[in-house]
């Protein structure tokens, strides 16, 4: 007999920075109420995952991460990191742009891994003055490089206004102003979003 019930797919949507006035953990849950209804129709469970919980320091492992199995690091930090990665079959990267790039606690906490990643589905979802763009494309070609399936679709949520009182307030307070809100939480961003979680569970479930 079919299983009329099988196990949800699992995917994290992690957010990408550690700073104290963040806006990402907003960002992560605006992109989480954008996709919910496809996912539960997909059958694929959400997690968010905030990389700040986990307290990693600059890598600090001896071999490279390429030469550890999962769930075989010499650290407590990183092996809770791995086996939180290890549980998901995609993820979703919520990042904002620092310097015309991704955040360093991003890139470090990709950094961290290797075979957890290799071979699983991703999206890029980034934020910033504009967009973020040359942030999601540098995290883009560094999973490539970790040999994840990275969706072509990239969501780049730009502050309303660009330069101007809805950056300062998310960059000062880690609040989300209310027009940059209503941009973000409107039907271009969410189409966008959606499309691009389509590309990722078309991944996963190959």
Do not use: C
């Amino acid at each position: 007999m079919s299983e009329t019930n099988p196990q949800p797919l699992k995917v994290a949507i992690i957010i990408g920075s550690i700073r104290g006035h963040r806006v990402s953990p907003k960002v992560a849950e605006i992109v989480k109420n954008h996709i919910d209804e496809q996912a539960t129709a997909s059958n694929i469970a959400l997690t968010l995952v905030d990389i700040k919980a986990f307290n990693l320091p600059v890598l600090d492992e001896d071999l490279a991460p390429a030469m550890i199995k999962a769930g075989e690091h010499k650290h407590a930090h990183s092996r809770a990191w791995s086996a939180e990665i290890a549980k998901y079959d995609g993820y979703i990267w919520v990042v904002p742009e620092y310097n015309s790039s991704v955040s360093g606690a991003a890139k470090n906490a990709i950094d961290y891994l290797y075979n957890e990643w290799t071979g699983k589905g991703a999206v890029v979802v980034s934020y910033g003055i504009f967009g973020g763009l040359k942030a999601g494309e540098h995290l883009s070609q560094s999973l490539q490089i970790m040999k994840l399936k990275v969706a072509e679709t990239r969501p780049a949520l730009a502050y309303h206004g660009n330069v101007g009182p809805d950056l300062t307030t998310g960059m000062t307070t880690g609040e989300v102003a209310e027009a940059t809100r209503n941009d973000w939480e409107g039907e271009k961003v969410k189409g966008e979003v959606v499309k691009a979680f389509g590309e990722l569970v078309g991944l996963i479930k190959v």
